[in-house]
């Protein structure tokens, strides 16, 4: 069947169509970021331009899912923290990114009603510290 000028040209035409669809998709991928977690983290890749999925060794040599979300915030490399994907970010630009500022909001309510804690100038400053660098891939999604 496979014996006619045609058909061989047709499966010929195909394939080539297939083989540069299947190239172009790999070439659209973004790349994910550098850091130190690449030396303990595998399979990782970016999910919508801001998310960082990876599978990562813990201290115990356990294989987890870990995620970062808004890693374009980080001011300073990735980093493995026994399964967690870490990095800082500085406050400045989480509250230039509208849902990073959302989601920064909603932890510190969450974090002053679980302390009882006021929310003067003094506490703020407590939080800010805590914050900065503690907005990973730990739920704060």
């Given at each position: ?11 010929s ?5 297939l ?79 509208p849902d ?41 999604s």
């Amino acid at each position: 069947m496979l014996n006619s000028k045609k058909t061989r040209l047709f499966v010929s035409v195909v394939c080539g169509l297939l083989l540069g669809f299947v190239s172009a998709q790999k070439t659209t991928a973004q790349k994910t970021p550098p850091g130190s977690y690449k030396k303990t983290c595998f399979e990782s890749k970016v999910i919508n331009q801001t998310t960082l999925v990876s599978k990562c060794t813990k201290k115990n040599e356990k294989l987890v899912d870990a995620k970062l979300v808004d890693f374009n915030l980080c001011s300073d490399e990735i980093s493995n923290q026994d399964g967690v994907l870490t990095c800082n970010k500085t406050a400045k630009t989480v509250t230039n990114n509208p849902d990073a500022a959302k989601r920064a909001e909603t932890i510190e309510k969450a974090y002053f009603d679980v302390y009882g804690m006021k929310s003067g100038p003094k506490e703020q400053a407590f939080y800010d510290s805590q914050l900065v660098g503690k907005t990973n891939g730990q739920g704060y999604s």
